[in-house]
């Protein structure tokens, strides 16, 4: 009788971002100061882009949120102007992700409003909004923006409806939503879309992980396990796998994983800790990275996820010794891709009233633009209008390369064609001259010199081209000249496209070789 031998391998798993580490911001790059709420919701209190941060503030009498720019750093002026319309608490707050100087806020006095950000920043207490949104019974407890279609927003509160806004409508006070999702026997705790906005999927206090089609409200799939109590749920990307943090049967924090089209049964859960505070999930899908950060906990752990078992593998925590009450996330065409920084983290420290950068960043020694770590992500154009995807029409987002000196591509036909790049079809422009028609150019102008000014400033210039005309100065020379700047943005703007569509399509060959390689190394080693 012959016996063989078994012999053990240790399984090792290559990854790029195996190394990657938190770099935590020095105090003098913090923001010192800053009177941060002390509401006991669970929700991120942060909104960040590349041009501004926004931190829900504790004041009294009403509620009041503040906006600085992302360089004003140190020491806050306590008498900083604040953003103070509301009657009550503000509970959530979300930039447009299309337009930088666009933002949302819902209170407890069951109002959602939408608010102007001037370019330099709020100079003085800012107490009228662009659009009022009245419809919720009860206070309003979270915000989401559609990913793709812009000016589509959502709403939800203590009245456990979901209402979607579309904000393209002309009145200022809008009573009426385009449509009310009432499928929730109890309060949303989280909602997330998919990366095309056909899906969505939310959390409630009934246990119950759902996914809906969210233009006509249907309910698709509907998860209830006895052994996970949810509390936030996240789409994956394009991995078609949700992720929700919650706790055990036996109050362990907990993860699970699931098949979108199936909720019946996770694919995978681990717990993680015997701790109370609430898990935060951010997922970024341009690395396949997962981030679970701790309400109250300083640490912050790091996975990759794969769509193959066993789908979840950690990397390492990052460890810190002060206590986070909630998070900001800056959006990708924000990072500092000269660093190799893949996510950055705006920590709110709460008893040092410090709001602490926290830059996750892959270790390289070469200091060129890394493809392989930057793919094409989400830009900061719309793929489609409210309309058309109300009407039924589902879009990807438009993408961009985060390489220095690439263009940021055009929202969808409807903006871009008339009047130049981002220009007086800019939603901003647009709104500016409702309120003041006969100042419609120079507000383009001014917004312009704005974003200018801005960009300037900014670490990483991934945007407009530096070449651009200087636009006049004077009312004069905006009525005078106004014709000919119209054929020539139209010109530039085909331009840019063409430029754009070539920079795309090389950054997919290298892509594309970059796989080739990949799978000959793999073949290669076995």
């Known amino acids: 009788m012959t016996v063989s031998k078994m012999t053990w391998r240790p399984q090792y798993r290559s990854s790029k971002f195996r190394h990657v580490f938190g770099k935590a911001a020095t105090k003098e790059n913090c923001y010192d100061g800053v009177p941060i709420t002390r509401s006991v919701h669970d929700n991120h209190f942060c909104a960040v882009n590349p041009r501004f941060i926004a931190v829900i503030t504790e004041c009294a009498g009403g509620g009041a949120f503040l906006v600085l720019s992302v360089h004003h750093t140190g020491k806050v002026d306590p008498l900083h102007p604040k953003v103070s319309g509301h009657r009550g608490n503000v509970l959530d707050i979300k930039w447009n992700p299309f337009n930088d100087f666009c933002i949302a806020s819902c209170s407890e006095d069951s109002t959602v409003k939408v608010w102007d950000i001037p370019p330099h920043g709020v100079l003085k207490n800012l107490t009228v909004p662009w659009k009022e949104l009245q419809g919720h019974s009860r206070r309003v407890g979270l915000i989401e923006w559609h990913p793709t279609a812009n000016n589509v927003l959502f709403s939800t509160g203590y009245d456990y409806q979901v209402m979607i806004w579309n904000l393209d409508s002309p009145e200022a006070v809008i009573k009426n939503p385009v449509r009310t999702i009432s499928h929730h026997t109890d309060v949303v705790l989280s909602m997330s879309f998919n990366t095309d906005g056909s899906r969505l999927a939310t959390s409630c206090k009934d246990k119950k992980i759902r996914v809906l089609e969210p233009r006509t409200g249907n309910l698709l799939q509907e998860a209830n396990c006895k052994n996970h109590k949810a509390s936030k749920v996240l789409f994956l990307g394009n991995l078609k796998m949700l992720l929700s943090t919650g706790s055990s049967r036996w109050n362990h924090r907990q993860m699970a994983l699931w098949d979108q089209e199936d909720l019946d049964v996770p694919l995978l859960q681990e717990d993680l800790d015997g701790s109370s505070g609430v898990l935060f999930p951010f997922y970024d899908p341009d690395t396949h990275m997962l981030y679970i950060a701790g309400k109250g906990d300083g ?117 871009s064609s008339g009047l130049g790049s981002k220009g007086l079809g800019n939603s901003l422009g647009t709104r500016r001259s409702q309120s003041r028609p006969g100042q419609l150019q120079l507000a383009y102008i001014q917004d312009q010199l704005g974003n200018k000014e801005c960009r300037s400033k900014t670490s990483v210039s991934n945007g407009q081209d530096p070449t651009l005309c200087s636009p006049p100065k004077t009312e004069n020379e905006v009525w005078g000249g106004f014709d000919l700047r119209l054929k020539f943005h139209k010109q530039q703007e085909e331009i840019r496209r063409l430029r754009e569509m070539l920079n795309q399509r090389d950054v997919r060959i290298k892509q594309l070789e970059l796989e080739i390689n990949n799978v000959r190394n793999s073949q290669g080693s076995h």
């Not at 996975?303 to 900001?328: A, C, D, N, V, W």
């Not at 893949?342 to 892959?362: D, G, N, Q």
């Not at 489609?384 to 109300?390: R, V």
């Open 299 to 415: 640490n912050i752990r790091y996975y990759e996820i794969s769509s193959e078992k066993p789908y979840l593998h950690f990397l390492t925590e990052y460890r810190s010794h002060t206590p986070q009450k909630g998070m900001g996330i800056m959006p990708k065409r924000g990072l500092d891709v000269s660093s190799c920084e893949v996510f950055r983290f705006y920590k709110l420290v709460t008893i040092k009233a410090l709001i602490e950068p926290l830059s996750m960043i892959v270790p390289r020694r070469s200091e060129s633009y890394q493809d392989d770590i930057y793919p094409m992500t989400a830009a900061s154009a719309a793929a489609m209008s409210a309309e058309e995807w109300l009407s039924g029409i589902n879009k990807g987002p438009v993408l961009q390369s985060l390489k220095p000196g690439s263009r940021v591509p055009d929202s969808y036909p409807e903006l």
